[in-house]
């Protein structure tokens, strides 16, 4: 659990096709932690559902969150 008055300046993760879609606890987690920024780094090509992962990586890089 991250305490809800730290807000990281930048967040990066790695492996990010981990999180390729909204039911994983990876896409969770970057989703509600506190950020300015997110980068996502993954060496994997997106595959089955391309228009779904490239969704959910959208919405991951919203600020408002």
């Not at 990010?16 to 300015?36: D, G």
Request: proline residues 6%.
């Amino acid at each position: 659990d991250i305490p809800v008055y730290l807000i990281f300046d930048l967040l990066i993760v790695d492996e990010a096709h981990k999180a390729k879609t909204a039911y994983t606890q990876l896409y969770c987690a970057i989703r509600w932690c506190p950020k300015k920024f997110l980068l996502l780094i993954s060496g994997s090509p997106l595959s089955n559902n391309p228009t779904e992962e490239l969704f959910a990586y959208i919405i991951l890089m919203r600020l408002e969150n």
